[in-house]
């Protein structure tokens, strides 16, 4: 008799692997460009010819490069196909977001501009290796205890029984009030909007 049919319960994003060309093309992008530190360093076990680069994103997490010093970056586009990546979206603060722009223009970067999300802000360009990077820039701070995915999932049920199209600033500070009078008792037996001027 077979098993039960169980889930396989995941807690995070571990590593993302990307197939890089030379070690220092790999250390100029992800270390020199996107300020994310060079932190481990070895061969990758599976192919001896390779080395293997690890990078902190900015939250523990690890953005790996396989590199091999006989492959030469090509900025071709990384083909669109079902099954490809589309894109790697990194996270950035909103301080930062808003020079990120003359910053890749001051390396001769072609890039799409402030892109808005409604929830968030975004900026498109394409590594030296033609990979499409998306830098993202939330446009809120989730309530204390609460994850980016807790206002998501609220923005987006609020959003549905308006009716409306995409998720916007409105539905966001709805979620975060809502997450808030769920999550944090008060004394008060009403916590309804009222007007004390």
Known sequence: MPDELRKIQTQGVHHITIIGADRQTSIDFWEGVLGMPFIF?????????????????????????????TRKPDATPVPEATGSLHHLALNVSQATFWQVASR???RGVSHSGPVDRGFMDS??????????IELASYRFEPPEGCRHADVMIEAHRIRVAKGDRNIDREHLADAIELLVVRRQD???DKRDARNPY
Not at 124 to 129: E, K, N, T
């Open 123 to 132: 900026i498109y360009f394409r590594d030296p290796l033609g990979l499409r």
């Open 41 to 69: 360093d070895q061969p990758n076990l599976d192919d001896p010819d390779e080395g293997h680069l690890y990078f902190d994103p900015g939250d523990g997490r690890l953005i790996t490069i396989f590199t091999n010093e």
């Open 186 to 188: 008060s004394l008060s």
């Open 104 to 106: 890749l223009d001051t």
